[in-house]
C-alpha cells in the first residue's frame, strides 16, 4: 500500500485543446465528469468522421477550453488570438478551420477519451525523475492527466500497478479494470510543449527506450463521487 493527496486536477472539454485545472470535479461512469465530452471531427476526405487530435494538427494546442459553469453546459473556448467562442456559436467551425486549416465539425458525447470513458492518473515522483533523467522541463500538461498524485511510492513504481491496482480517494475508487487499463502506452503526443509550437523527440524515445513507452495510468470508476485537490489517497494492489 502506498499513500498521499491529490496534487493538481486537470480536465479537458474539447479533446486535443488546452483544458483547465479545476479545484474539485465529479467522477463517475463517464470518468472525470466532462472530460473530452467534446471533440472536433475530421472533414478531410481520407479521414471524414474521424476524430480530429494532435497526431494530425499539434496547432489544435493554441486553442483552449473552460466550463464557466456546470459540466453539462456548454464550454467556452479561446482562439490563439484571446478570441473567446461559445461552443454553441454558429460561427465557431467557420473560426476553427480557418485557424487550423482543415474543414472540420463539432461533436458532443460523452465517453470520448482514448480509451473509453476512462481516468488517466499520473505521480509527481515519475514526473520530477523524468525531468532528472532528461535533464531538462517536462510540463505535467505534456501528458494531459487527470489527477495527478503525490505519493510515497518510488519514482515510476506504477509501471508495475497492472489488474488489481485500487486507488482510493474519498469516496471515489479508481481500479485497474477493463480492456487497456494499468500503465499507460504513449503516443506521440507528450513530445509536443502544452501549447504545440515545438517537438521534442528525444522525450518520446526516451520514455520507449527506457520505460517500455509507459507513462501514468489508465484507470476505471468503481465508485463514483467527488475529487478534490488536497484529498488523501490510498493505493493498494
Not at 509527481?124 to 494531459?144: H, M, N, Q, T, Y
Not at 509507459?214 to 493498494?236: C, E, H, N, Y
Request: aromatic share 6%; hydrophobic share 40%.
Amino acid at each position: 500500500m502506498f499513500s498521499g493527496s491529490v496534487a493538481q486536477l486537470n480536465r479537458w472539454p474539447v479533446k486535443s485543446l488546452r483544458g483547465e485545472q479545476p479545484s474539485a470535479a465529479l467522477f463517475d461512469h463517464r470518468g472525470m465528469a466532462g472530460d473530452r465530452a467534446h471533440a472536433l471531427i475530421d472533414l478531410r476526405e481520407k479521414r471524414a468522421g474521424r476524430v480530429l487530435t494532435v497526431r494530425q494538427n499539434p496547432e489544435l494546442l493554441s486553442w483552449r477550453s473552460e466550463y464557466r459553469g456546470d459540466v453539462g453546459e456548454p464550454p467556452t473556448l479561446y482562439g490563439p488570438d484571446g478570441a473567446e467562442w461559445s461552443w454553441t456559436d454558429p460561427g465557431l467551425p467557420a473560426a476553427l478551420t480557418g485557424s487550423l486549416g482543415m474543414p472540420l465539425e463539432l461533436r458532443t458525447a460523452d465517453g470520448q477519451q482514448d480509451r473509453g470513458p476512462t481516468v488517466l492518473v499520473t505521480v509527481e515522483a515519475s514526473r520530477a525523475a523524468l525531468e532528472d533523467e532528461l535533464g531538462a522541463p517536462v510540463a505535467l500538461e505534456r501528458f494531459r492527466p487527470n489527477v495527478h498524485l503525490t505519493l510515497d511510492a518510488p519514482a515510476f513504481a506504477e509501471e508495475d500497478w497492472g489488474e488489481g491496482t485500487a486507488i482510493t480517494i474519498g469516496d471515489v475508487v479508481l481500479e485497474a479494470v477493463g480492456e487497456r487499463s494499468g500503465p499507460c502506452i504513449r503516443c506521440a503526443v507528450p513530445s509536443w510543449d502544452p501549447q504545440g509550437r515545438e517537438r521534442w523527440p528525444k522525450l518520446q524515445t526516451w520514455l520507449i527506450e527506457q520505460h517500455d513507452n509507459k507513462f501514468g495510468l489508465i484507470m476505471r470508476v468503481t465508485q463514483p463521487g467527488t475529487i478534490s485537490t488536497g484529498d488523501a489517497v490510498r493505493v493498494d494492489f
